[in-house]
């Protein structure tokens, strides 16, 4: 065994040792992702755009992902109230909780720079890609952009006031930011949506919850409301109520029934579905009692599903309606029923009658349990089954009924009384209630919440007409006590403070 | 030492004549003896090597290995070394001037006995081959009339006695035994016996050392005029490796010879420690070592390292971790089995951690196994078994306090207070039987921990191999969590040729691991926020899902019955290395490495979890391979007699590769398959994979030069490519260069007896830190998908922003050390200081969302650094039935920031990040905040009226009654963000181990103290928002509960705390109240052992046996309310307390 290798042979054994085992060639410090495509390469392509598109739809549909804000647009207004299992008071009750470090304040503000980024970034490099001739498909591409970065402007400015204006993507880390003059923000987000509805087609037949020339109409209209330029609210609005292809629906259920989520009067409407998306949202239980907790009550999807209790309607809503009004019977549920003998009923009911508080020893606590409920995200076992938080139901955003209603704000601003009611009524005839004969603003809001309460525009319309904090303090109890004049705008989140030198919003300093 | 270097010296001024004489007579009688070598080895009569029918001899088969070796001029002493490192031998010897004298050999022909006989031919060295492999050369016996002395003066009396070997029992020639304190001395013949005669009479502290073994002291030895006093000692061998020889990188060292700052650990103390993961014994064990642990889990996670504290901002502060010579990533080592380590040193100076160049900012632990040993085969048994509970339980609001509490809310809120307003039908049920639940008791329970590792070490002179297997369980204070592993260990060392030697390390380890809903907000925080109101189990006592009727309430314990959360991992960590001794001093290594590891995960909520409808399985694999190829090339040659030099370059390679696939599921037909039916599911996810790889390629030469053995010089090198940066920024280079002066070696201190060795070590040098995210210098992308009616369209979007000029962040260190060992090693101690810049930090800065996204990663700043880091190793008392050692670690590390982005205000002054919590001239990890300044309203009965004065002439002008007051900083009269100051540090004062160890006969004892002084924190259980800002904070609104604070009440306002309110979620400003002093102390282990007499042991047919009670965590000291002062956020796993039982037996 103790055999010699000559010098030259132990030499010449090592040497083949290093060179064949430390080869490693060209690119072995190269970093080469598997699993993504570079940004250079979604930037540079027709598809590649067209794929970083889908990535602004994500914004709205991540707002309802989140079990904690995916309600604050409904928040802290006159027709709803806080429920038992409210996780967010400060939205909802403008307490020492909404602060420069409130969660969902600083969630939104950040999601929507990040996809305002995004959309700059295909605005600036869709120019310069080769579509190959086709320049309706490259047009389609910004015009889908170009909205989604008015629709993140509009709602950034409206919720928080003071904000700073991105418009391209920065070649430099923007380090100091100032609130941008609103006339400047108005001026992108009117060009924008202007851009979008010359570009865009009234359907994709293929793709219902892709943005049409109805959306970006529609949230144009909206824009010019709050420029109160009622002569272009105006007429946007009839624009697409005359031409676009939608059309009331007959009975107010119909709107919000499972798997019709893409009907006629919907015009946007924000998709959901579990092969694209791992978690769906919850609206569907967000807005149910605690009604399976009382004995001789089952869970079904009759009585609402799954409850979490986050919020209910208020009296002022409730008292709103017409008791033959359609939409109250539609959209709302104000009792509950026994139905599971199994559980024992209490002394004297049977199934079918309606439970009353007074029925149990100690009396319940009938808001803890019973509060009355908002349906229009009801589901009723379409994507989920009973015991299913999450829902795949699309949520609509945009629906013609608006329209209608800012037709209507617009010609009463113009004192056109007759044209105003003649888009009104067509909403109270559905309901099957008697047509107004007078429009004005009390009356339009009334009409407004009776329609569109729990739809995520009441604290917009509120706000905009500089009736928020009289409305909470005269309709909503809970938020009464607390809510001061500069709540109309929420807190800038501290970080970005404390980054930029950005101005902090009154109540919040 | 000192003794002997002192007599040396004195001989040498005394007789300088005589010596010259007696040096041109040795050269000529050297002359002669080597002419007649070849005759000897023939005849191998009167051999020097006189204690050949040792019954070591059969080891000694080195001996005859053919050997070539030329050496001019050089010492004996270091003739010796090489002929003893080229036959695989260590040398040990008792210093003899005859070790110093020049010699010459050449030997083209021969063996190493050859050798041998030639380089102590004409003297009286005498030479062993020790079982350990040691090369022992002692000086033999006197003949009867070279030691014929005068006869004794009636004044002097004598000491005698026999050193023997404490665990063979066998004599141990050449042990130099000495009186201490006087010149008196002797070394033991061939049978270790010894006699020192002359001895005035006294009493006299004898000592006995010999290299390999422990010193080994007897206090109060009476000498009496004309009598022979008896003394008979027994040494016990010094564990190798650790005192001796240190790891220093790419080599090892003679712990003299070391430069750098270099930490070694006493593994031996950590072995009765009930950790899993090794890393979390080193909590303090080695000063300038901290370890945070967050998370007490089975199975070990959540342990954050520091070494010197930390210096980067976002990079990581995490040490590499090297285990025999393969880096690993991370620090979960909670595959590796504590009882086959035998060494961790830690490379703490930029010199010692150059060598791993852009790796080694934050400093190298390198740990290094158990190998076999030549010799009969030895197997050893460690086993244990131990009971944990939780450490520190939370002091929650009891069920009549959390009733209180909560209409104090309502009352607060001015809400009605009656009970059927405040209580669901549940709470007033349970209020009214008064059966509150204890939720943490509830969930909580004694764990259980077996440990049992099996091991052989043996060999031939060829072929040593040391295997082991263990196993482990340990079940967690929490319910359901356990972690399970098997360990096969098989490390081998075969010399085939003398020239050439293969060296293998194999680690095969298989864990399992349920982590019970270890998810956010898992069990443990549930049990943590719920009413003590409720009900655990229904009238049918299954378990119910709720415990109150409030639906968010779901019982954590039902939580756990319904799902499954099983962890698995193979991982596969081994290496061989390749010796070839090319040419006399000059070496090749190849190391190749590999470190794999194959997980799976599984995870399962059935159709009942979370009161339904969140069932779903998710199966999930994952791979990590890394490979390292190591080409090393050292040289080593003495020039001259005083001249050493030893060389090394390196080039090597690494690639680290990690991906995994992960599949979810929803909807499954049936519950009973769990996960593994996720084939069945209806609505299968789109499945997620991963994956990334990065790779290094490095350079290294270092050139360590040493003068007499008195200066010692290291030059270290290394380039490294990272393919993580940007493309022109790739390679760095490291340099650095270290000296160390052992002024114990001169003149003017050799004749201070007190001093064994005093080293003093200055060192310079530079390292980097790569430690970032891969794919960082290009822009990432995320893939999206939307379904548009059912229609799904998927495409990428931009998902950071790209920095292509990413480069190296590098850090330069200066380090002053000095090493003492006094009073014969009573007294051992180092202290090291340390000054650092750290430039071009790689810093995820917070960016305005403006820019896109919310950081971005750069290289930006600097930061500076300094410490001290201290030991104290003292033998108070070192009797062979009695002893008593204490041993110290202190550190403290200053971090400073000097630069940040480099902006400027409209003065000119530099721009603090306020964002990040970054402050030019503050600590890295600063408290920014609001100053909490009292509760309104209290102290002394409530009045109203001066209530609403106080607060209308505050700052808060819209305060209530009992909340926070916060302090005005600015004076403006308003409370806003002008007003936060920093109000704290993470970074300790100082922090340090304290441990001592007493034995008395066969019983030993040890108690071991951790200390962390002086630093700050946000309390997890008062603010979790500071560790997770998207959590939602309730505290003091009534409805979850909490840690029992003392609330503010009109009834008594005499309180810390805000008044509770139930229409707010939490007080205003409550984060300047969760800012809380987090020092502790902790009584981190008790050992008590016990070693069976020998004889005893030999009666049961085993060498050595142990028995051991062991506790550990078993107190904190602590103002900070918290299951452990360092818990990271709500969600971690509280530290658990553990009693352990176990026996080490070797046979």
């Given at each position: ?509 | ?6 007599l040396f010296w004195k001989r040498i001024e005394a007789c300088r004549l005589w010596l010259l004489v007696l040096g041109v007579l040795l050269l000529g009688a050297g002359q002669v003896r080597a ?38 001029q050089?010492t004996r ?19 003899s001037e005859a070790m110093n004298e020049p010699v010459t ?14 380089v102590t031919a004409g003297t009286d060295l ?13 000086r033999?016996?006197k003949?009867?009339?070279e ?494 007699t ?506």
């Open positions: 065994m103790k055999t010699y290798l000559s010098m030259p042979t132990r030499w010449l054994l090592s040497l083949l040792l290093l060179v064949g085992l430390t080869g490693c060639g060209e690119g072995f410090l190269e970093e080469e992702p598997r699993t993504f495509v570079s940004t250079e390469a979604v930037l540079n392509s027709p598809e590649g755009l067209e794929g970083a598109v889908v990535a602004l739809y994500d914004f709205p549909t991540w707002m309802y992902h989140s079990t904690r804000y995916s309600y604050w647009f409904i928040s802290g207004t006159d027709v709803a109230r806080i429920g038992p299992l409210h996780e967010d008071r400060g939205t909802a009750l403008y307490n020492t909780d909404l602060n420069p470090q409130h969660g969902a304040s600083r969630e939104y503000w950040n999601q929507s720079y990040q996809t305002l980024y995004r959309a700059n970034a295909i605005i600036a490099a869709a120019p310069n890609v080769d579509f190959d001739g086709d320049e309706a498909r490259r047009n389609r591409v910004i015009a889908e952009a170009r909205f989604f970065r008015a629709y993140i402007l509009f709602y950034l400015h409206q919720r928080y006031g003071n904000i700073p204006l991105v418009t391209e993507p920065s070649e430099t880390i923007r380090e100091k930011e100032q609130p941008a003059d609103p006339a400047d923000i108005y001026r992108v987000i009117v060009d924008d949506l202007r851009f979008a509805t010359d570009n865009l087609a009234w359907t994709y037949d293929d793709q219902p919850g892709r943005i049409t020339k109805g959306a970006a109409m529609h949230l144009l209209a909206k824009v010019y409301l709050v420029l109160q330029n009622w002569q272009q609210a105006a007429q946007t609005a009839e624009t697409l109520i005359l031409q676009g292809p939608y059309e009331l629906l007959d009975d107010p259920a119909e709107i919000f029934a499972d798997n019709n989520e893409n009907n006629k009067e919907a015009i946007w409407t924000i998709q959901f579905d579990p092969q694209a998306d791992n978690y769906g949202h919850f609206l569907a239980v967000m807005f149910t009692p605690l009604y399976d907790r009382i004995q001789g009550v089952a869970r079904t999807f009759e009585q609402g599903g799954r409850p979490w209790a986050r919020m209910y309607p208020s009296a002022y809503l409730l008292s709103l309606f017409d008791k033959n009004d359609r939409r109250l019977k539609a959209w709302y549920k104000t009792h509950w029923v026994y139905d599971d003998p199994d559980e024992g009923l209490p002394p004297g009911r049977q199934v079918g009658d309606t439970v009353r508080t007074s029925d149990f020893n100690p009396p319940l606590d009938s808001m803890l349990y019973l509060h009355p409920a908002c349906k229009k995200y009801w589901e009723y076992g379409a994507t989920r089954d009973i015991n299913q938080a999450d829902s795949y139901k699309g949520i609509i955003r945009y629906r013609l009924a608006e329209t209608y209603l800012i037709a209507a704000e617009a010609y009463m601003r113009l004192g056109d009384q007759a044209k105003a009611l003649e888009y009104i009524n067509p909403l109270r005839r559905r309901a099957g209630v008697p047509d107004l004969t007078e429009l004005n603003e009390d009356i339009l809001l009334e009409e407004h919440a009776r329609e569109l309460a729990f739809e995520q525009d009441r604290w917009f319309t509120l706000k905009r007409m500089g009736r928020l904090v009289q409305h909470v303090r005269q309709y909503n109890p809970d938020a009464a006590p607390n809510i001061k004049d500069c709540h109309v705008n929420m807190p800038i989140p501290q970080e970005f403070v404390d980054l930029t030198g950005f101005p902090q919003n009154d109540c919040y300093r | 030492m000192a003794t002997r270097q002192r002419q007649q070598t070849e005759a000897r080895t023939a005849s191998k009569v009167d051999t020097p090597i006189a204690w050949l029918n040792d019954p070591y001899l059969e080891n000694a088969a080195r001996l005859s290995q053919p050997l070539r070796l030329t050496l001019e050089v002493e270091q003739a010796l070394r090489i002929i003893a490192q080229q036959a695989g031998l260590r040398l040990s010897y008792e210093w050999l050449r030997q083209s022909q021969g063996t190493v006995l050859d050798a041998l006989y030639a005498r030479l062993m081959i020790t079982r350990s492999g040691y090369l022992l050369v002692g033999a016996p003949s009867s009339a030691t014929a002395e005068p006869a004794p003066v009636q004044q002097e009396g004598s000491i005698a006695g026999r050193v023997i070997d404490a665990a063979t029992g066998e004599g141990l020639p050449g042990v130099n035994v000495f009186l201490v304190g006087t010149t008196l001395g002797a070394s033991t013949d061939i049978d270790g016996n010894y006699r020192i005669d002359n001895i005035p009479a006294g009493l006299y502290t004898l000592q006995a050392s010999f290299i390999g073994y422990r010193t080994a002291t007897v206090d109060s030895v009476e000498v009496r005029a004309g009598e022979v006093t008896v003394v008979n000692l027994a040494l016990e061998q010094e564990v190798l490796g650790l005192e001796e020889i240190v790891v220093v990188g790419y080599g090892t060292q003679r712990r003299r010879d070391v430069t750098g700052a270099v930490s070694s650990v006493n593994v031996e103390s950590l072995q009765e420690l009930p950790v899993t993961n090794v890393v979390e014994a080193l909590q303090t064990r080695a000063p300038g070592v901290r370890v945070i642990t967050s998370d007490g889990r089975p199975g070990g996670s959540g342990l954050e390292v520091q070494i010197r504290g930390a210096r980067s901002l976002t990079a990581s502060n995490q040490p590499l971790f090297v285990i025999d010579g393969v880096p690993v990533e991370g620090v979960n080592l909670s595959e590796l089995n504590l009882s086959d380590i035998v060494s961790i040193e830690v490379l703490k100076d930029a010199s010692a951690a150059a060598i791993y160049g852009a790796r080694g900012s934050n400093g190298v632990v390198l740990i290094t196994t158990r190998r076999g040993r030549e010799g009969e085969g030895r197997f050893s048994y460690d086993g244990s078994i131990g009971f944990s509970e939780i450490a520190n339980p939370l002091d929650v609001f009891s069920g009549p306090e959390f009733i209180a509490l909560r209409r104090e809310a309502y009352r607060a809120a001015g809400m009605p207070t009656d009970d059927e307003t405040i209580m669901d039908p549940v709470e007033r049920e349970v209020a009214q039987s008064g059966q509150y639940v204890d939720w943490q008791e509830a969930v909580l329970r004694t764990g259980v921990r077996h440990n049992h590792n099996l091991s052989y070490s043996g060999g031939s002179d060829v072929f040593q191999v040391y295997a082991s297997g263990g196993y482990l369980r340990e079940e967690g204070i929490l319910k359901r969590t356990f972690f399970e592993r098997g360990t096969f260990r098989l490390n081998t060392d075969y010399r085939p040729i003398s020239w050439l030697k293969f060296t293998t390390n194999f680690l095969l380890a298989r864990t399992k691991q349920d982590v019970a809903g270890g998810e956010r907000y898992g069990p443990f925080w549930t049990a943590y926020t719920l009413s003590p109101l409720g009900k655990i189990y229904d009238e049918q006592g299954r378990l119910r899902p709720f415990v109150t009727g409030d639906p968010s309430a779901w019982n954590p314990l039902y939580q756990l019955q319904e799902s499954r959360d099983d962890r698995w991992s193979t991982r596969v960590l081994g290496n061989l290395v390749a010796q070839v001794n090319l040419y006399e001093g000059l070496n090749y290594q190849l190391n190749a490495g590999m470190d794999y590891n194959a997980t799976k995960m599984g995870e399962y909520r059935t159709s009942n979890y979370s009161g339904g409808g969140q069932q779903r399985a998710v199966l999930g694999y994952g791979e990590s391979t890394s490979y390292t190829i190591e080409n090393i090339l050292t040289y080593e040659r003495q020039l001259g005083l001249h050493n030099l030893h060389a090394t370059l390196l080039y090597s390679v690494q690639r680290v590769q990690d991906e995994d696939l992960q599949a979810q599921t929803r909807n499954l037909p049936s519950d009973l398959l769990d996960y593994n039916a996720i084939s069945s599911g209806a609505d299968l996810r789109s499945p997620t994979r991963n994956y990334s790889a990065w790779s290094l390629e490095s350079y290294m030469a270092r050139l360590r030069y040493s003068f007499a053995d008195r200066y010692l010089l290291t030059l270290t090198g290394r380039i490294d490519g990272s393919s993580k940066f940007g493309a022109g920024n790739k390679y760095g280079f490291f340099p650095a260069v270290a000296f160390a002066w052992q002024l114990s070696q001169e003149p003017f201190l050799a004749s201070v007896r007190q001093i064994d060795n005093l080293k003093l070590r200055l060192s310079w040098g530079q390292t980097g830190n790569q430690e970032i995210p891969i794919y960082q210098s290009l822009g990432q992308t995320s893939l999206f998908s939307y379904s548009f009616g059912g229609n799904i369209v998927k495409g990428y979007a931009p998902a950071s922003l790209p920095n292509p000029n990413l480069k190296w962040e590098k850090t330069t260190q200066f380090n002053l050390g000095l090493d003492a060992s006094l009073f014969g090693g009573r007294i051992m101690s180092t202290i090291d200081l340390y000054r650092s810049w750290t430039s071009d930090l790689l810093l995820q800065r917070q960016i305005p969302v403006t820019n896109g996204f919310t950081s971005f990663l750069d290289n930006i700043g600097k930061t500076e650094n300094w410490g001290i880091d201290f030991s104290l190793d003292t033998y108070l008392i070192n009797r062979p039935d009695f002893s008593w050692q204490v041993n110290l670690n202190w550190s403290l590390s200053r971090s400073k920031i000097v630069r940040l982005t480099g902006q400027t205000d409209e003065a000119g002054n530099p721009v603090d990040d306020i964002a990040n919590r970054w402050f030019i001239g503050h600590p890295i990890g600063v408290i920014y905040d609001w100053v909490f300044d009292g509760i309104f309203c209290s102290g002394g009965p409530y009045d109203e009226a001066a209530c609403q004065q106080e607060i209308a002439s505050s700052a808060q002008p819209d305060a209530q009654p009992g909340d926070i007051r916060v302090r005005d900083l600015n004076g403006d009269g308003v409370i806003n963000d002008q007003d936060r100051t920093i109000v704290g540090t993470t970074e300790p004062d100082w922090y340090g181990g304290l441990g001592t160890t007493l034995t008395y006969k066969n019983f030993d004892l040890s108690v071991f103290f951790t200390a962390v002084q002086g630093v700050t924190r946000y309390n997890p259980y008062i603010y979790p928002r500071a560790y997770d800002p998207n959590i939602v904070v309730i505290f003091l609104q009534g409805r979850a509960n909490q840690i029992a604070v003392d609330y503010w009440t009109p009834e008594d306002t005499d309180a810390d705390f805000p008044r509770p309110n139930h229409q707010r979620e939490m007080p205003r400003y409550l984060s300047a109240r969760a800012v809380w002093d987090a020092s502790y102390v902790q009584l981190r282990n008790i050992t008590l052992g016990y070693t069976l007499p020998a004889l005893l042991a030999a009666r049961i047919g085993v060498d050595r046996m142990r028995l051991y009670l062991s506790g550990n965590n078993l107190y904190y000291w602590t103002d900070f309310e918290s299951y452990n002062p360092e818990q990271g956020d709500v969600e971690g796993y509280p530290v658990a307390r553990t009693l352990t039982f176990g026996v080490n037996l070797s046979f």
